[in-house]
């Protein structure tokens, strides 16, 4: 007796992070199949991510999948037309030009995108936000990300150098950014300034803060620190939080005037700080919102939260490749 | 003997600010033949476009012209989709459907869209960013308006209400603005900020400015007069340019990290503050963009000056009207 099994048409999605490099087998459903997670290598980018794209098309067979196409969000600037990076401020990527090197390894068709786009066109496709053409996704983690689609596409710069929602500055006079701006909105809204910004606090003030209990000390605490003390209504915590939400609702709300979105996504590690960090930046969006008669814009959290990026990238490759073929029979017709 | 004399193709354009209603018969070229001036009529927006509109047609055949389109660049919200004025502060509409009033009118297709977006089409066009696909244009004002081309095409929002760049906060703590927020860049970079910030400098201190020369009194200070006085170099005119350029500088490293356009153009009145404010802002925006290492971005002023909006609305029209001829062809084609 033979066993016939279909075999899946599927992309391969690649999340690379400063810290850790994601992979999956993803469906043209956005279902993942298969997964596969290393440190990230930071000197040798392009070699780690081929590694780990064959290691996932060798396996594909498995969960019965056949990958079609590859799709690689990537932290920096990224030129998507050519799929090279063009500046990565932590990760050394050897060969830059990624979708190349990766094409001749694989013989699929690539496509490399900046992280926080391949997130957004995830949370648009199989996320939160599916459906809409105008969405603003913002990641809030180490620093702040951001993806926008208008009329159905992601918005990328001349060089792929646009759409660092983070380096947007929203205080000119604020704490210097390792960017070499000052006042830029990751350092008021991010995981990194939420800790900073306890940190301070703390050696300011009140020392009785139950941040110092999670924390241990000063040096060592965390954004997830202020957001367990802030759990436990801890002054210092949810002040800090508030201060912060707020900060990120003045971002949100000049993204509602420079996009007008249809809804606003918001991912990262941060978003797990709760009411207290989310809570104020509703309230401040909401408040604004209404001071301008503007239309209230939908506000939610992710639903494919750290699967976001996988999903995206490999998402966005297939629809590449189906918009390729669909231009090129296009093209033979109308010859 | 006969003259025969060939009609060009060409489309109405029309610029509707809050004071003035300008409109043109503009050729494929971008050439200006007729043009028409009248004061808007604040109450009846959409009767007086299409007085106006009518008078160009009627005329047209003076100037050997075949009007096949018409655009309108007003100012406000603009769901360009319908053509419909959503939000205007300063218009009545009366009938806020201007693109179905007007199609219904002139039996010829309507394009509808916000001022400073016509204004971009018309720089890229025709004017200082001629070619590029990714260009903002920032016009300085009574207000702060922008257009930004994103991969050829025009940047707007879920309901029309995007590309507001006057109304990014750039300081939560700043001066509130008639849009209901605080610290909008509007408010440290605009026509109206320039005079108001000399108006305080006066106020508070040196009397001897010569800025009250062309003024008269505190009260009636302009943008203009304080042009005049730095160009004397006067120092407390020279000091409130600088000050209000440096904004601008910051919100332009704004769009720079948002956008990542290829050019940055500058235009209304305000660009004739001169080298006080505009080189202020140069210069703020080449910090900016060095301390980021960043691609430098090339910052111009607009080469179309008071025509950019007609220019603009005209070819926005003339471009979507060849633009739906193809899309009905190939969609025979492909039946």
Redesign the interface.
């Known amino acids: 007796m033979t066993s016939v099994t279909m075999t899946r048409d599927a992309a391969v999605g690649l999340d690379v992070g400063a810290t850790t490099t994601k992979g999956a087998i993803v469906t043209r459903a956005g279902e993942v199949l298969l997964r596969v997670e290393v440190p990230t290598d930071r000197h040798a980018g392009t070699k780690s991510i081929i590694a780990v794209i064959e290691e996932l098309i060798e396996n594909a067979g498995d969960v019965d999948a056949q990958p079609v196409a590859v799709g690689v969000g990537a932290a920096g600037f990224i030129d998507a037309a050519t799929g090279s990076v063009t ?1 990565s401020p932590n990760l050394e990527y050897g060969d830059p030009e990624v979708a190349e090197a990766v094409r001749s390894r694989s013989g699929l068709p690539v496509v490399v995108d900046n992280d926080a786009n391949a997130a957004a066109w995830g949370e648009r496709r199989f996320g939160t936000a599916q459906g ?3 969405l603003a996704y913002i990641t809030l983690g180490t620093g702040i990300g951001s993806g926008f689609v ?2 159905g ?1 992601l ?11 983070g ?6 006079d604020g704490p210097p950014c390792p ?3 000052r006042g830029c909105l990751e350092q008021f809204a991010s995981g990194t300034a939420i800790a900073r910004i306890a940190r301070a606090a703390l050696k300011e003030g009140d020392h009785r803060s139950s941040i110092l209990s999670f924390a241990g000390s000063i040096e060592n605490v965390t954004a997830l620190d202020v957001a367990k003390a802030a759990r436990e209504y801890d002054e210092v915590a949810r002040d800090v939080l508030a201060k912060a939400g ?2 990120l609702g ?1 971002g949100l ?2 993204v ?7 809804v606003i996504v918001l991912g990262g590690g941060a978003v797990r700080a709760g009411e207290a960090f989310l809570g104020a930046a509703r309230d401040q969006l909401a408040r ?1 919102t ?6 209230p814009m939908r506000l939610d959290v992710t639903s494919l939260a750290q699967d976001a990026g996988i999903i995206g990238a490999a998402t966005l490759a297939l629809d590449e490749v189906v918009q390729t073929e669909r231009t090129q029979k ?1 093209g033979l ?2 010859r």
Not at 167 to 172: A, F, Q, S, Y
């Open positions: 500046f809409t053409d105008y208008v009329d596409r918005i990328r710069g001349y060089t792929g150098a646009g759409a660092e929602l380096h947007m500055v929203v205080d000119p960017c070499g701006l707020r900060m003045v709300s000049n509602a005037n420079i996009f007008d979105p249809e604004m209404e001071a301008q008669r503007r239309r296009r017709r109308e």
